[in-house]
């Protein structure tokens, strides 16, 4: 597979506007709380290993969003922000793009019944390999459970668009996801698995969560855009062996190839479930018109939503003020695509202004610091953003 040198930093190309979807990659990464109650979940258990099996479904439940998202979000501009408050499913969300060059966001929600703090600045380093671009979310994402004393970290796979010069685009996310508790070392080891030559991981998902002493005490099985499941390793032993004997015969599977493009592997048999596993998470389905609207889920489309009376409360640089998302969700690609091209603009000249001034640009709700839990940089929130008080935020639109 990936064996070429990649070509190009695609972060420094600018691509036409009808590539996008309209949203800033600030509310992209805010959709990794749309299964909040799985972190509600997590605290409620008694048992270590239940939290950890929350926190895992978690984790893979944050990426589910991806699936057939195959719009580019908009790269935010240095100082956006973005801010989500849901009461309804228990959290508030802040985030910045920290950084320009290269990109970060960062981000902070806390539960509001100060149950847990989830936390992480993220940096997507794309790479253009030919036929596909690949985007590493570098960064490390932090989740504490404030009642239990307890901190996981972990960092998100890989994710893959194919055919992004001829074909059909689709989506694929690979890669060994390793969830910490970082109270003992115990820890959840999630393998992404590449799709295959014959489609047969397509989207799968599995791993196990081991105990301090390396005991395995279950495996978690299922796909990132389904369900996650967990067994008694045993069981699932067993189960295999008996599935081994039966699979020789079931390869047979053929792929039309097209000589141009990496086709999406026709094969999308749904999750086996092994008897006595119990459900973990199950992805909520779409709106039925999703496929209009760049294949949002519900949770995705109420993120630009801008109520009535909500301009005057939020900080000016929030990303639902943004005029180029605003013209695309509209509707008007040029508008959209004039007021993309002014605002880079006006960011390249402000940047050349500092530079004259030997000035640098100051973060404003997050500052470069060291993670505790990992011991490596990290942005961390310094705190305030709902007091609302924006006077002096800067005037990046
Ligand atoms: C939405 O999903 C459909 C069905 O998989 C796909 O054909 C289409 O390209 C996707 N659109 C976007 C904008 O990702
Ligand atoms: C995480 O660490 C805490 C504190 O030491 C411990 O009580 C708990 O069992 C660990 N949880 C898991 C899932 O390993
Ligand atoms: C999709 O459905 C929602 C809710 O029924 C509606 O508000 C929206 O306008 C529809 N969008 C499109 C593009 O049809």
Same mark, same amino acid.
């Given at each position: 597979?990936?064996?070429?040198?990649?070509?190009?930093?695609?972060?420094?190309?600018?691509?036409?506007?009808?590539?996008?979807?309209?949203?800033?990659?600030?509310?992209?990464?805010?959709?990794?709380?749309?299964?909040?109650?799985?972190?509600?979940?997590?605290?409620?258990?008694?048992?270590?290993?239940?939290?950890?099996?929350?926190?895992?479904?978690?984790?893979?439940?944050?990426?589910?969003?991806?699936?057939?998202?195959?719009?580019?979000?908009?790269?935010?501009?240095?100082?956006?922000?973005?801010?989500?408050?849901?009461?309804?499913?228990?959290?508030?969300?802040?985030?910045?793009?920290?950084?320009?060059?290269?990109?970060?966001?960062?981000?902070?929600?806390?539960?509001?019944?100060?149950?847990?703090?989830?936390?992480?600045?993220?940096?997507?380093?794309?790479?253009?390999?030919?036929?596909?671009?690949?985007?590493?979310?570098?960064?490390?994402?932090?989740?504490?459970?404030?009642?239990?004393?307890?901190?996981?970290?972990?960092?998100?796979?890989?994710?893959?668009?194919?055919?992004?010069?001829?074909?059909?685009?689709?989506?694929?996310?690979?890669?060994?996801?390793?969830?910490?508790?970082?109270? #003992?070392?115990?820890?959840?080891? /999630? &393998?992404?698995?590449?799709? !295959? @030559?014959? $489609?047969?991981?397509?989207?799968?998902?599995?791993?196990?969560?081991?105990?301090?002493?390396?005991?395995?005490?279950?495996?978690?099985?299922?796909?990132?855009?389904?369900?996650?499941?967990?067994?008694?390793?045993?069981?699932?032993?067993?189960?295999?062996?008996?599935?081994?004997?039966?699979?020789?015969?079931?390869?047979?599977?053929?792929?039309?190839?097209?000589?141009?493009?990496?086709?999406?592997?026709?094969?999308?048999?749904?999750?086996?479930?092994?008897?006595?596993?119990?459900?973990?998470?199950?992805?909520?389905?779409?709106?039925?018109?999703?496929?209009?609207?760049?294949?949002? #889920?519900?949770?995705?489309?109420? /993120? &630009?939503?801008?109520?009535? !009376? @909500?301009? $005057?409360?939020?900080?000016?640089?929030?990303?639902?003020?943004?005029?180029?998302?605003?013209?695309?969700?509209?509707?008007?690609?040029?508008?959209?695509?004039?007021?993309?091209?002014?605002?880079?603009?006006?960011?390249?000249?402000?940047?050349?202004?500092?530079?004259?001034?030997?000035?640098?640009?100051?973060?404003?709700?997050?500052?470069?610091?060291?993670?505790?839990?990992?011991?490596?940089?990290?942005?961390?929130?310094?705190?305030?953003?709902?007091?609302?008080?924006?006077?002096?935020?800067?005037?990046?639109?």
């Amino acid at each position: 597979r990936h064996l070429r040198e990649p070509s190009k930093e695609l972060s420094k190309i600018t691509m036409p506007i009808v590539f996008n979807e309209p949203l800033s990659f600030l509310q992209r990464i805010s959709e990794y709380m749309e299964h909040t109650y799985l972190v509600h979940k997590a605290c409620a258990q008694a048992e270590s290993i239940e939290r950890m099996q929350a926190v895992a479904a978690f984790a893979v439940s944050a990426v589910a969003s991806q699936w057939d998202r195959t719009g580019k979000p908009f790269n935010p501009l240095l100082g956006e922000t973005y801010e989500l408050l849901r009461e309804d499913q228990g959290f508030r969300l802040v985030s910045e793009q920290v950084s320009h060059h290269p990109p970060i966001s960062a981000f902070h929600a806390e539960g509001l019944a100060q149950d847990f703090v989830f936390h992480g600045s993220i940096y997507p380093k794309l790479k253009f390999w030919g036929k596909s671009v690949e985007a590493e979310p570098k960064g490390t994402i932090t989740l504490e459970l404030l009642k239990h004393k307890e901190a996981y970290t972990w960092t998100n796979p890989l994710c893959c668009v194919h055919n992004v010069i001829v074909g059909k685009l689709w989506i694929e996310q690979y890669g060994t996801v390793e969830i910490v508790n970082h109270s #003992t070392g115990d820890k959840c080891v /999630l &393998n992404f698995k590449p799709c !295959g @030559m014959f $489609g047969k991981e397509l989207h799968r998902v599995e791993g196990y969560i081991q105990d301090k002493c390396k005991k395995k005490r279950c495996v978690i099985y299922g796909k990132w855009t389904e369900c996650m499941w967990s067994v008694d390793p045993q069981v699932y032993e067993s189960h295999r062996k008996n599935d081994r004997k039966g699979a020789a015969d079931s390869r047979k599977q053929k792929t039309v190839k097209n000589e141009d493009a990496d086709d999406m592997p026709e094969v999308q048999e749904t999750v086996a479930v092994i008897p006595g596993s119990t459900l973990l998470w199950r992805v909520a389905s779409r709106p039925p018109n999703s496929t209009e609207m760049y294949n949002f #889920t519900n949770f995705a489309i109420g /993120l &630009n939503e801008l109520e009535p !009376g @909500m301009e $005057g409360v939020l900080a000016p640089t929030d990303c639902r003020l943004r005029p180029d998302i605003r013209a695309m969700e509209m509707g008007d690609m040029d508008e959209a695509s004039k007021q993309k091209e002014r605002l880079e603009e006006k960011q390249r000249a402000a940047r050349k202004e500092r530079a004259k001034d030997n000035e640098e640009w100051s973060t404003r709700w997050f500052e470069l610091g060291v993670n505790p839990f990992t011991g490596s940089q990290d942005w961390l929130y310094t705190g305030g953003y709902f007091d609302r008080k924006y006077t002096d935020s800067p005037d990046i639109y």
